[in-house]
């Protein structure tokens, strides 16, 4: 190549060097150009690719603040906040400084522990139960022998809802027992009146629960003797 057509080439060297260079520019100001200012903080120039915890739940608390019940609930949006609050318990706690109520001690932090694993348990019966009443028929009318059969399938499953509430209600009093042992207050202070009431024998889904399961029995005893009158 002579020497005059090696400076024709020398400018299109150059053009592409510079955009190479202009296309190269820090991956901090790539990831973050819409917020960078005078002065960065530091935390920002973490990769966006690191921050997916904001969107993705790794911890309890994560899954815990995705619970969520609309005014106008039905039974797969129940189903979605059970399956939620199981992975949160199946979850690690976040660091303590993350936490979401502000922690002093290591003695504050078991027991801020403990008031979660309480209520998360005590959600998921809550949200078993409400599945349950869909099912469940409060009161047999005369007229309900015509649909006895619809109706014990129906209370069939209320059943097995009510029964399936039943471990998480046996949980939700083994963590508020452990959580009242550490003598301190935390700032969570819903769950403590909540742990004070099951502690003190005023909140009792147990006696409620069985109940309903013993109203079942009684309920397809009345369809049968209404059906044995029919005929």
């Not at 080439?9 to 991956?27: K, M, N, R, S, T």
């Not at 739940?57 to 129940?78: F, I, V």
């Not at 348990?121 to 022998?145: G, T």
């Not at 309920?219 to 059906?227: I, Q, S, V």
């Amino acid at each position: 190549m002579d020497m005059r057509a090696k400076k024709r080439l020398l400018p299109v060297f150059l053009i592409l060097i510079c955009g190479q260079f202009l296309l190269a520019e820090d991956y901090q100001y790539q990831y973050f150009k819409d917020e960078k200012k005078e002065k960065v903080p530091f935390s920002d120039y973490i990769p966006k690719v690191r921050l997916h915890y904001k969107t993705v739940p790794h911890y309890l608390e994560d899954y815990y603040e995705l619970y969520g019940m609309k005014q106008y609930w039905d039974e797969n949006s129940l189903r979605v906040n059970i399956e939620k609050l199981k992975a949160g318990l199946n979850s690690k706690f976040r660091h303590p400084s993350l936490a979401l109520v502000k922690i002093g001690s290591d003695e504050e932090f078991l027991k801020y522990r403990n008031l979660l694993f309480m209520h998360i348990n005590l959600l998921i019966m809550r949200n078993y139960l409400s599945i349950a009443s869909k099912y469940d028929k409060r009161k047999i009318e005369f007229h309900n022998v015509d649909f006895a059969e619809d109706i014990k399938k129906s209370l069939d499953v209320a059943e097995l809802y009510y029964k399936d509430a039943l471990p998480y209600w046996e949980q939700t009093k083994n963590y508020a027992s452990i959580a009242s042992a550490v003598k301190i207050t935390t700032d969570l202070g819903f769950m403590e009146s909540e742990r004070y009431s099951i502690i003190r024998g005023e909140l009792d889904y147990g006696k409620i629960i069985n109940n309903y399961i013993k109203d079942i029995a009684l309920k397809k005893n009345k369809l049968d003797e209404l059906a044995a009158v029919k005929k």
